[in-house]
């Protein structure tokens, strides 16, 4: 039986990291190859055929468009050489590359993000545990249906919704709505949950996608005891065509923040209700009435992957009125 093509395109992050001490906490990400990473993994040999692309080496903290942009480029130019692809790449941004994927990259190849929260040399370290998993999970053909997955602490879930819930933690992903969709076990994988893509994707294909000009600037405007709007002004007077609102509560805007959010909204800009909670959705009809404000309710995305969708929707259409961002918003 000929085994599956599996491409491994990595990014860097803690998986790619050492450190000095296999006890310590201190380490660099980034600083192993992809050769390296695989070369890591027993027994990968036997569930795939594993090539590996390297398309950056970077701390999480330090991911970018541009990079995006490489990846989903990478993978349609690739697509019709392997039958799944598996990025690596640092837990602490993943929820954003996943979803900027997931809404980007066509469907009918499986596609699956794993990362690691402890660095290659310490001790258990977590990284080739993940791969495997995560080489498995692009290998089987029901993957594709799911859209962009994340495989980690063997258990997998959609990019949609995906959250980092805890600093240091190997269990540090959650979801903001429901659970994992699925696991793996042995070099099996499972699902529990039936595939939930949402209609019309991709948003934009890696044709639409300009490394030199990147993506529409977008901000997340973070919320405080007795914030006023300092932060939103000055983003609006350099240029951001969106804005997101990490609310309180259910999307809640302060009274200090609310004048000018209500000006961005005036002047044309896209401003968008998120939550700093962790889980749960922002509600429509909640204690803001977005219509009146010019607003659009984020509803069950974090502030991270609502400036994902925010940005590749004004870069589809630049003037898009309230209401066409409102219906994008509610499908997802």
Known sequence: MTLPRIEVLTT???????????????YHSGELSGEQLLASVPDLGRVAQVSVRQIANIPSQDMNET?????????????????????????????????F????LKPGRPVVLTGAMLPSTAISADGPRNIFNAVCTAACPASAAYGVL????????????????????????RARITGPVGWT?????????????????????????DESKGL???????????VDGVALDACAQAGCRGIVIEGMGDGNVPSGLMHAADAAASEGIAVVRASRSPFGAVLAAGEIDDAQHGFVCGGSLSPAQARVLLQLALLARPDASRESLQALFARF
């Open 12 to 26: 860097g992050g803690t998986i790619a990291g050492t450190g000095d001490s296999a006890s310590g906490s201190a």
């Open 67 to 99: 990079v995006w942009i490489r990846l989903a480029r990478a993978i349609d130019e690739d697509r019709d050489r392997f039958d799944g692809f598996v990025v690596t790449h640092g837990t602490d941004t993943m929820e954003e590359t996943s979803f």
């Open 101 to 104: 994927l997931d809404l980007v």
């Open 150 to 173: 994340v495989a980690m602490n063997s258990e997998l879930y959609a990019a949609r919704g995906l959250l980092k819930s805890h600093t240091t933690s190997v269990a540090t992903f």
């Open 185 to 209: 076990q042995n070099g099996e994988v499972y699902f529990a949950a039936a595939p939930a893509r949402v209609p019309g994707l991709p948003l934009a294909s890696s044709a639409d996608l």
């Open 216 to 226: 529409p600037r977008v901000a997340v405007i973070a919320t405080w005891a007795g």
